[in-house]
Each structure stands twice: as structure tokens, then as C-alpha cells.
């Protein structure tokens, strides 16, 4: 099983941007489709984005798309989600996802790892 932890969360004004990141350790890295889902404070943990093994493919969800961009590099074992024109309503606990396939990971069937997750503070 994969091992993984996030950072790059923070405090930024809305309007901002902020780059978080995913390191991961354990199982081959590049056998996975990887993923960020995200929770703010009594609601359910949502899909955000996710891309492919190779990282040839992406999907977003509607809320973020055109704001946020996942990437991954595979020789260093990381993924990153960029996100730019950061609203209040983004603010949530952020976390990574290692899984089977893009399909899966969005409706969480295939995830099989998840990391602790970092706290993402959008300020009005």
C-alpha cells in the first residue's frame, strides 16, 4: 500500500492562489491514479480532481474547473494540485488519494489510500 502526505495548505486571501502537494512512499507510485478530494466542516468528503497513471488524463469537478490544475511527476513520486482564484467556499480539509482507476477514485469504490489530509483556509 501507498503512503501519503500532503502539504502546501495554508490561510490566503480569496482571490489567491495556493499549490498543495502529495509525497508518496511504499507501493510503485506509478501504478496509481491519484486524486484530491476535500471536506469542509459538516459536510461530506467530495471528489476534486484526479488524474490518470500516466497523467495523460484529468477529470475535475464542476466547482473547481478552470481554477484548479492536478499534475503529477513520477520520478519524484508526487502529485500537486494548483489552485488559483481561491474562493471562501474551497476552504476545507484537503486530501490525497492513491486508487485503481480515474473512474473509481471519483466514486471513491477504488481508493485505496488516503492521506491526513491539510487544512486549506479561503478569507473573504
Known amino acids: 500500500q501507498v503512503q501519503l502526505v500532503e502539504s502546501g495548505g495554508g490561510l490566503v486571501q480569496a482571490g489567491g492562489s495556493l499549490r498543495l502537494s502529495c509525497a508518496a512512499s511504499?507501493?510503485?507510485?506509478?501504478?496509481?491514479?491519484m486524486g484530491w478530494f476535500r471536506q469542509a466542516p459538516g459536510k461530506d468528503r467530495e471528489f476534486v480532481a484526479v488524474?490518470?497513471?500516466?497523467?495523460?488524463?484529468?477529470n475535475y469537478a464542476d466547482s473547481v474547473k478552470g481554477r484548479f490544475t492536478i499534475s503529477r511527476d513520477n520520478a519524484k513520486n508526487t502529485v500537486s494540485l494548483q489552485m488559483n482564484s481561491l474562493k471562501p467556499e474551497d476552504t476545507a480539509v484537503y486530501y490525497c488519494?492513491?486508487?485503481?482507476?480515474?473512474?473509481?477514485?471519483?466514486?471513491?469504490?477504488?481508493?485505496?489510500?488516503w492521506g491526513q489530509g491539510t487544512q486549506v483556509t479561503v478569507s473573504s
Open positions: 488519494a492513491a486508487g485503481i482507476t480515474m473512474a473509481t477514485m471519483i466514486s471513491r469504490l477504488g481508493i485505496r489510500s
Open positions: 511504499g507501493r510503485t507510485f506509478s501504478g496509481y491514479a
Open positions: 488524474i490518470s497513471v500516466s497523467g495523460g488524463s484529468t
